[in-house]
């Protein structure tokens, strides 16, 4: 693991380059005991390094009962999938500067109290020395989305309201004549001169989802 070897989506060095050292089975994983019972969600910014292969694997795996829950690998390349276990709950996302989100949802599996083992890049299968991928923030919640990352640096933090900002210049603002629709919901728009403000919806703290339809 080399720390600030390239730069992450915050757009400082932050990105860290992890590589495998000989060849042979390779893991890169963290092992979380007391997790709450299914479904959970497992996601990690990640970047292609030496190839559209190499660091491509990741998993979920319930060390409690011994079994796979689900894992998948993807080409950095062609952003396809392909199912090792499971045949569905993965996604990947494009960010900037090459960076993917790539989000793992568990819907079963795991129950309350259990210990995962969560994967990312390397997963045991044999792999070559001196390749090796990219990697920003991993983070594993309750529930069957992704929230933006939380930093905790080593301790417990308690997340802001999330508060979305985003230039009408960027989308089909269509000079406000359209539909907001914020986790289900349709909900009036929130504006000022240049920008769209994206808030939860009453009573809650988050935003999963949103959708701008231009009429």
């Known amino acids: 693991f080399t720390a600030g070897s390239t730069t992450g989506p915050d757009g400082t060095a932050s990105g860290t380059k992890v590589q495998v050292t000989a060849t042979g089975g390779a893991n890169a994983y963290r092992q979380i005991a007391g997790v709450p019972a299914a479904p959970i969600t497992f996601h990690m910014l990640v970047k292609k390094g030496s190839g559209a292969t190499d660091g ?17 690998s993807i080409n950095y390349d062609t952003l396809a999938i392909a199912y090792g276990v499971g045949s569905s709950g993965a996604s990947i996302a494009q960010l900037s500067n090459g960076w993917l989100r790539v989000t793992l949802t568990a819907s079963s599996g795991i129950s309350a109290g259990n210990t995962i083992n969560v994967y990312t890049g390397y997963v045991g299968a044999s792999e070559t020395a001196s390749e090796y991928f990219y990697f920003w923030n991993w983070q594993v919640e309750a529930g069957s989305t992704a929230s933006s990352p939380i930093i905790t640096a080593g301790s417990t933090v308690t997340r802001a309201v999330d508060s979305i900002k985003i230039a009408k210049t960027d989308f ?7 539909t907001l629709t914020v986790d289900g919901v349709v909900t009036t728009p929130t504006t000022d001169a240049t920008h769209l403000f994206v808030v939860p919806r009453s009573g809650q703290t988050h935003v999963s989802t949103f959708k701008w339809v231009p009429a």
């Open 172 to 178: 089909p603002w269509n000079g406000g004549t359209g």
């Open 56 to 72: 491509n694997r990741f998993a979920i795996y319930n060390a409690s009962t011994g079994s796979d829950v689900l894992s998948i």
